[in-house]
């Protein structure tokens, strides 16, 4: 499976984005599709996962904020961000997961794209 991110940039605060997903290969494979970003001196974090069946699952620095969508005919999952703060700059990282639930551990997904960059800045 392979998995391309797309959709960051520089964006003042406050603004929007929408990130987008696209997988490929043995996608028949895949139950869970999330997304995860990783601040300069930080580690990554979870931001939010959604399964096949669309259960959704945020951490509660996106609740209210970010909403994670996917289309399993495109199989694509998109992260739509609004009102974006200065402490969401961070290169975010789209991941897939074979086995069922949301989960927030990296450690459960196995596939991993290359990562897009968020800007929040005036």
């Known amino acids: 499976v392979q998995l391309q991110a797309s959709g960051g940039g520089l964006v003042q605060p406050g603004g929007s984005l929408r990130l987008s997903c696209a997988a490929s290969g043995s996608i028949f494979t895949i139950n869970v599709m999330g997304w995860y970003r990783q601040a300069p001196g930080k580690q990554r974090e979870f931001v939010a996962a959604v399964t096949h069946i669309d259960d959704t699952n945020y951490a509660e620095s996106a609740k209210g904020r970010f909403t994670i969508s996917r289309d399993n005919a495109k199989n694509s999952v998109y992260l739509q961000m609004d009102n974006l703060k200065p402490e969401d700059t961070a290169v975010y990282y789209c991941?897939?997961?074979?086995?069922?639930?949301?989960?927030?551990?990296?450690?459960?997904?196995?596939?991993w794209g290359q990562g897009t960059l968020v800007t929040v800045s005036s």
């Open positions: 991941a897939a997961r074979i086995l069922p639930g949301a989960e927030v551990d990296a450690n459960e997904y196995v596939y």
